[in-house]
T-cell receptor, first 114, second 115 residues
Framework: DGGITQSPKYLFRKEGQNVTLSCEQN?????MYWYRQDPGQGLRLIYY???????QKGDIAEGYSVSREKKESFPLTVTSAQKNPTAFYLC?????????????FGPGTRLTVL | AQTVTQSQPEMSVQEAETVTLSCTYD???????LFWYKQPPSRQMILVIR??????QNATENRFSVNFQKAAKSFSLKISDSQLGDTAMYFC????????????FGTGTSLTVIP
């Protein structure tokens, strides 16, 4: 089955610790995205990548970092510099060639800072 | 900057009735694409319907249809014969035609279908 997987589903972190959220896709999609979802604020773009070894900051990149070493993988690191990291994180991907293509989403990771 | 506004944070509808969710957007682009996504309690985002701005005809997918008013920058979603499984958050999204696929999402409308 083709799709996007995110792991873990729930993640707990102590303040001051970095944590990495995994996102893998086997859809052969070019572009991948990370969104943060908070109640009442919809989806906000953190980072996106259109090709391997390249990525761009979204609207709320501060305190986050990403890498794109492989086409199918786009991990997100939440660093200790992120002031309020507790949120639901969604990874998405799309074929880059045309904007009409929808974004496919993973099931999400709920991060809680203790 | 592109913005997407959903002015109805919460709505409810009786089962089998029809409901319309509103979405407005702001852009200076002439060619773009619009989407409605559904996020049920499982939190899995699912595409409901999409519309190309250069197409006059409103998109339809079974019980879901849109009313696209380009001049008014309005993109509402109509759900006919509402079912309990339609209970979800609904997000309107916008993408320019010549970008690196950056989507802009509204803040969502929480729809509850009442039995």
């Amino acid at each position: 089955d083709g799709g996007i997987t995110q792991s873990p589903k729930y993640l707990f972190r102590k303040e001051g610790q970095n944590v990495t959220l995994s996102c893998e896709q086997n859809l052969n999609h070019d572009a991948m995205y990370w969104y943060r979802q908070d109640p009442g604020q919809g989806l906000r773009l953190i980072y996106y990548s259109q090709i391997v070894n390249d990525f761009q900051k979204g609207d709320i990149a501060e305190g986050y970092s990403v890498s794109r070493e492989k086409k199918e993988s786009f991990p997100l690191t939440v660093t200790s510099a992120q002031k309020n990291p507790t949120a639901f994180y969604l990874c998405a991907s799309t074929i880059r060639r045309t904007s009409l293509n929808e974004q496919f989403f993973g099931p999400g990771t709920r991060l809680t800072v203790l | 900057a592109q913005t997407v506004t959903q002015s109805q944070p919460e709505m409810s509808v009786q089962e089998a009735e029809t409901v319309t969710l509103s979405c407005t957007y702001d852009t200076s682009e002439s060619n773009y694409y619009l989407f409605w996504y559904k996020q049920p309690p499982s939190r899995q985002m699912i595409l409901v319907i999409r519309q190309e701005a250069y197409k006059q005809q409103n998109a339809t997918e079974n019980r879901f249809s849109v009313n696209f008013q380009k001049a008014a920058k309005s993109f509402s979603l109509k759900i006919s014969d509402s079912q309990l499984g339609d209970t979800a958050m609904y997000f309107c999204a916008f993408i320019k035609s010549n970008t690196g696929n950056q989507f802009y999402f509204g803040t969502g409308t929480s729809l509850t279908v009442i039995p």
